[in-house]
């Protein structure tokens, strides 16, 4: 392995201190920015309740399937350019770290409205696979043909908030996330209610945040951190690959999650509009909750690629183990929490019968079954940062598939309704075991040496997507 660089306070926070602190601080930082724009989805929730229609709350949780869908893509991108950007400071070459950040941004905005359109363009045979019908299917497709074409604005609010966190500026990150939360609060009842647009009011009020957390998101790089350099072609054709060598085995990772979602929904759809309800406002609360871990998955990487850009191998694998405990105790204190919480909860959105047995079954046991998500975040990040990005794929591919849909369907017909929620939760356990001893291994191969440079890690695979693509 190469020496550990001198650490740089400026370019690379993470080379130094304790890695615990700079978790929690992270973490903490970005949960914050996420409750944010978490809390806004769930505020959207109980206006929509309020209106007394359940079929606006069920296309709203169908919109909410294939809207995780897109923004997967987002999300795979963000991974990558974080990754890059952190083991390039890392490594003490801030000039790359500008070069990546700007080319990641522009193929987020180009790839993204490519994605998006394809998306915008099946809307309702989309949404009606995920079992929506009628005035549901109508309502679910109209948000969703509003909310679809700014994807590639959510893809640079997204990468950019991802490169102010590989700079240690999870602040501005932060600032960036409850900005566009703050727009979306504002025009939520204005629009929703002072109008009367409903759902198309929640739709167009979902556009104006991501506009805002994209421009909150750039600035400061721009501002803060050196601004972005301007790649010339021969800058794209270098990046693309090494770009995209992290980028589409983390957007496969992404995938995964609104695809086992898809299914659950599919599966809840069967006992009717009430179990969907349900669901929904579980598929609320999860994030709201878990702010913490979600934020986790994205403020450990730039830790981990720091200290893997400088060599310092023992403090990668300390920063691991440290997330792994922090994860253990967020969900026993939040699960804790909602236990306590469960009927003040429920009555928020006016839950009855089957509807209000799902939030308090989330709310008790299966809240617990997220330390296994937890510790499938922590892994992942620590794949896409030393140069195994298709483990992380494997990971939720598996978890999503394998253990996924035949425990749902076995649930299902044993306990119903409940039971769809109780086979998803349940095959988090098997695969955060395979995570973990994938893990195990990554790291005593990344200690022998065995990558000595960033290339290697990337090199087949980035040879393989440079000859479909720029070498002709």
Same mark, same amino acid.
């Given at each position: 392995? *190469?020496?550990?660089?001198?650490?740089?306070?400026?370019?690379?926070?993470?080379?130094?201190?304790?890695?615990?602190?700079?978790?929690?601080?992270?973490? !903490?930082?970005?949960?914050?920015? !996420? +409750?944010?724009?978490?809390?806004?989805?769930?505020?959207?929730?109980?206006?929509?309740?309020?209106?007394?229609?359940? $079929?606006?709350?069920?296309?709203?949780?169908?919109?909410?399937?294939? !809207? =995780?869908?897109?923004?997967?893509?987002?999300?795979?991108?963000?991974?990558?350019?974080?990754?890059?950007?952190?083991?390039?400071?890392?490594?003490?070459?801030?000039?790359?770290?500008?070069?990546?950040?700007?080319?990641?941004?522009?193929?987020?905005?180009?790839?993204?409205?490519?994605?998006?359109?394809?998306?915008?363009?099946?809307?309702?045979?989309?949404?009606?696979?995920? %079992?929506?019908?009628?005035?549901?299917?109508?309502?679910?497709?109209?948000?969703?043909?509003?909310?679809?074409?700014?994807?590639?604005?959510?893809?640079?609010?997204?990468?950019?908030?991802?490169?102010?966190?590989?700079?240690?500026?999870?602040?501005?990150?932060?600032?960036?996330?409850?900005?566009?939360?703050?727009?979306?609060?504002?025009?939520?009842?204005?629009?929703?209610?002072?109008?009367?647009?409903?759902?198309?009011?929640?739709?167009?009020?979902?556009?104006?945040?991501?506009?805002?957390?994209?421009?909150?998101?750039?600035?400061?790089?721009?501002?803060?951190?050196?601004?972005?350099?301007?790649?010339?072609? *021969?800058? #794209?054709?270098?990046? /693309?690959?090494?770009? +995209?060598?992290?980028?589409?085995?983390?957007?496969?990772?992404? =995938?995964?999650?609104?695809?086992?979602?898809?299914?659950?929904?599919?599966?809840?759809?069967?006992?009717?509009?009430?179990?969907?309800?349900?669901?929904?406002?579980?598929?609320?609360?999860?994030?709201?909750?878990?702010?913490?871990? #979600?934020?986790?998955?994205?403020?450990?990487?730039?830790?981990?690629?720091?200290?893997?850009?400088?060599?310092?191998?023992?403090?990668?694998?300390?920063?691991?183990?440290?997330?792994?405990?922090?994860?253990? @105790?967020?969900?026993?204190?939040?699960?804790?929490?909602?236990?306590?919480?469960?009927?003040?909860?429920?009555?928020?959105?006016?839950?009855?019968?089957?509807?209000?047995?799902?939030?308090?079954?989330? @709310?008790?046991?299966?809240?617990?079954?997220?330390?296994?998500?937890?510790?499938?975040?922590?892994?992942?990040?620590?794949?896409?940062?030393?140069?195994?990005?298709?483990?992380?794929?494997?990971?939720?591919?598996?978890?999503?598939?394998?253990?996924?849909?035949?425990?749902?369907?076995?649930?299902?017909?044993?306990?119903?309704?409940?039971?769809?929620?109780?086979?998803?939760?349940?095959?988090?356990?098997?695969?955060?075991?395979?995570?973990?001893?994938?893990?195990?291994?990554?790291?005593?191969?990344?200690?022998? %040496?065995?990558?000595?440079? $960033?290339?290697?890690?990337?090199?087949?695979?980035?040879?393989?997507? *440079?000859?479909?693509? /720029?070498?002709?």
């Amino acid at each position: 392995m *190469a020496q550990p660089a001198t650490p740089n306070p400026t370019q690379a926070k993470f080379l130094q201190g304790s890695l615990l602190k700079h978790i929690i601080v992270m973490s !903490l930082t970005s949960s914050v920015g !996420l +409750m944010a724009i978490f809390l806004v989805d769930l505020v959207d929730m109980i206006f929509i309740s309020m209106l007394g229609h359940e $079929e606006l709350a069920a296309a709203i949780g169908y919109a909410g399937a294939i !809207l =995780f869908f897109t923004t997967s893509f987002g999300i795979g991108m963000s991974i990558a350019a974080g990754a890059l950007v952190a083991r390039a400071l890392g490594e003490g070459d801030p000039f790359t770290a500008r070069r990546r950040a700007a080319t990641a941004l522009l193929y987020g905005i180009v790839l993204g409205g490519g994605f998006a359109a394809l998306i915008w363009t099946f809307v309702p045979q989309l949404t009606a696979l995920l %079992g929506a019908s009628g005035e549901t299917l109508l309502l679910a497709s109209n948000y969703l043909r509003i909310v679809l074409p700014s994807m590639p604005i959510l893809a640079v609010g997204m990468i950019g908030g991802a490169i102010l966190r590989a700079h240690g500026d999870a602040r501005r990150a932060m600032v960036a996330t409850i900005a566009g939360g703050v727009v979306n609060a504002v025009l939520d009842p204005i629009l929703i209610f002072g109008l009367n647009l409903e759902l198309t009011g929640a739709a167009v009020a979902s556009v104006f945040a991501r506009i805002t957390i994209a421009v909150m998101s750039v600035y400061p790089l721009l501002r803060h951190h050196g601004g972005l350099d301007r790649p010339d072609p *021969a800058g #794209f054709r270098v990046d /693309f690959p090494v770009i +995209m060598a992290i980028a589409l085995p983390a957007i496969l990772t992404q =995938f995964a999650t609104p695809l086992g979602q898809a299914y659950v929904t599919r599966a809840m759809a069967e006992f009717g509009e009430d179990a969907v309800a349900g669901m929904a406002i579980v598929g609320r609360l999860l994030p709201v909750s878990f702010a913490v871990i #979600f934020a986790l998955s994205g403020a450990i990487g730039p830790i981990v690629g720091q200290n893997f850009g400088a060599g310092q191998m023992d403090r990668v694998r300390r920063a691991l183990r440290d997330g792994l405990i922090f994860v253990l @105790c967020v969900t026993v204190g939040v699960s804790t929490i909602l236990y306590l919480a469960r009927a003040p909860i429920a009555d928020l959105f006016s839950a009855k019968g089957l509807t209000r047995d799902l939030v308090y079954l989330f @709310c008790g046991p299966l809240s617990l079954a997220w330390f296994f998500n937890g510790v499938i975040f922590v892994t992942n990040a620590g794949f896409n940062n030393l140069g195994r990005p298709f483990y992380s794929t494997m990971i939720n591919w598996g978890r999503q598939t394998l253990g996924t849909i035949p425990l749902v369907i076995i649930g299902a017909s044993v306990w119903g309704a409940p039971g769809v929620l109780i086979g998803q939760a349940a095959g988090g356990l098997v695969f955060a075991a395979i995570a973990l001893a994938l893990s195990a291994r990554v790291l005593r191969i990344a200690e022998h %040496g065995r990558y000595p440079s $960033e290339a290697q890690p990337y090199q087949r695979l980035a040879k393989r997507i *440079a000859l479909f693509h /720029f070498r002709r």
